[in-house]
């Protein structure tokens, strides 16, 4: 069965501090991989994804996460936190037996401090 | 932007009372879900909807749930029989293709429910 672990289910840094939110899977083969941020009375959107090709990914907002098969860790990194970042993010994953289904973290509420 | 739209986006309810929960989807799409999340717990899936029938389910998604798409725009939770453990945020997506294939799911924005 896949899971997802959210190490840290509060993480608070300065603005313009770097955000290191972490993510790690328990799965046989790589899933799709996935990051998504709720804004407060907003739903989950997605912020980047994972699926084959480059380890590196690209979000919106600065954001980026690297997929990192030996570690089964998919990251997710900002150099610079902005106070617009203050969210909760959801690390999610889908299986490739099954793209019908995503296993979902606990999720990761980020403070950002003036 | 198109989104997903959910109604109501808090309901309080007495235990033992019906409870439908509203979502209207992206209207090209394919792909509908439930999810919930439980305060304090993870985002869990409760099940998905294809081609007018459902196309998995967790073991969540038991007698008391039912799903339909009654008139082609809306997509709805039913909860037959709401239990207080059924409190929680309910979040509707939808996705053109099988989200997890690479493609976007699209979240409303919740529907709380209070059961009492």
């Known amino acids: 069965a896949q899971s997802v672990t959210q190490l840290g289910s509060h993480v608070s840094v300065s603005e313009g501090a770097l955000v290191l939110l972490r993510c790690n899977y328990s799965?046989?083969?790589?899933?799709?991989l996935f990051w998504y941020v709720q804004y407060p009375n907003q739903g989950l959107q997605l912020l980047l994804k994972?699926?084959?090709?480059?380890?590196l990914v690209k979000g919106i907002n600065g954001f980026e996460a690297e997929f990192k098969k030996s570690e089964t860790s998919f990251h997710l990194t900002k150099p610079s936190a902005h106070m617009s970042d203050a969210a909760e993010y959801f690390c999610a994953v889908s299986p490739l037996y099954n793209f019908n289904k995503f296993y979902f973290g606990s999720g990761t509420k980020l403070n950002v401090k003036p | 932007e198109p989104e997903v739209t959910q109604t109501p986006s808090h309901q309080v309810t007495q235990m033992g009372q019906e409870v439908i929960l509203r979502c209207v989807p992206i209207s090209n799409h394919l792909y509908f879900y439930w999810y919930r999340q439980i305060l304090g717990q993870k985002v869990e899936f409760l099940v998905s909807f294809y081609n007018n029938e459902i196309s998995e389910k967790s073991e969540i998604f038991d007698d008391q749930f039912s799903v339909e798409r009654p008139d082609g725009s809306n997509f709805t939770l039913k909860i037959r029989s709401t239990k207080l453990e059924d409190s929680a945020m309910y979040f509707c997506a939808s996705s053109g293709g099988l989200a997890g294939a690479g493609g976007e799911l699209f979240f409303g924005e919740g529907s709380r429910l209070t059961v009492l």
């Open positions: 994972y699926t084959t090709g480059a380890t």
């Open positions: 799965s046989s083969v790589p899933p799709y």
